[in-house]
């Protein structure tokens, strides 16, 4: 079956410009979660759903990010007033959660650069 | 300190070669363990799960020490294919928060 998609896969702004990421996650999964990942480093956590519940955006770095997921699947990651420290890698996972599974499945990335 | 800890590498290694990884955690709250896979500009995959009595799969073994809070990760026979990044990953907040390491990079040679 199909994984989970992201679009686009590149995105080049301009400082200051507003930017907004995709997520599509696999079918049928109730969480949604969002990492932003800087060159040579590790996943960090952004923000978290169950269904279209909003449930921690402790890792949120700014009030200029914004996430949501109006209908409980498809979700948005927004970036107002684009810096450059937030150029990175933004990655979306999807998890269908039994209570004996914690595996998030990722999707490709979306790579930010700001200029 | 980060939550979870990892040597960067590079380890470069000949084929054939067993390599162990290790890493330290924080989070004495941290429920579980993976180690996750990432290749160059792909996406993490899961690899295995890791527990205190040891979780082996083909030529992977890892091994959980709660009272050391330490991980690790053994390849045994390493192949080319095994070249890529090896994250450690910790889990909290009730499965719905995955703390990752900066990953080790294993580059396997001829």
């Known amino acids: ?26 079918s049928g999964h109730v969480s949604l979660f969002w990492y932003q990942q ?8 952004l923000t978290y759903f169950q269904n279209e519940a909003q449930l921690d955006k402790s890792g949120l770095p700014s009030d200029r990010f914004f996430a949501e997921r109006p209908e409980g699947s498809v979700s948005t990651l927004k970036i107002q007033r684009t810096q450059q420290e937030d150029s990175a890698v933004y990655l979306c996972a999807s998890s269908g959660r039994t209570e ?4 998030q499945y ?10 | 300190r980060k939550e ?7 380890f470069n290694v000949p084929e054939g070669a067993t390599v162990a990884f290790n890493c330290t955690y924080s989070n004495s709250a941290s429920q579980s363990f993976f180690w996750y896979r990432q290749d160059c500009r792909k996406e993490p995959k899961l690899l295995m799960s890791v527990y205190s009595s040891g979780n082996e799969d083909g030529r992977f073994t890892a091994q959980l020490n709660r009272a050391s809070q330490y991980i690790s990760l053994l390849i ?3 192949k080319l294919s095994d070249s890529a ?6 889990v909290t907040g009730g499965g719905n928060k995955l703390t990752f390491g900066t990953g080790t990079q294993l580059k396997v040679e001829l």
């Open chain 1, 1 to 26: 079956g199909a994984g989970v998609s992201q679009s686009p896969r590149y995105k080049v702004a301009k400082r200051g410009q507003d930017v907004a990421l995709r997520c599509d996650p696999i």
């Open chain 1, 38 to 45: 800087a060159l040579g480093q590790g996943p960090e956590f």
């Open chain 1, 100 to 103: 004996s599974s914690y595996e």
């Open chain 1, 106 to 115: 990722f999707g490709p990335g979306t790579r930010l650069t700001v200029t």
């Open chain 2, 4 to 10: 979870v800890e990892q040597d960067p590498g590079p």
């Open chain 2, 76 to 78: 045994r026979d390493s």
């Open chain 2, 85 to 90: 990044t090896y994250l450690c990953v910790g």
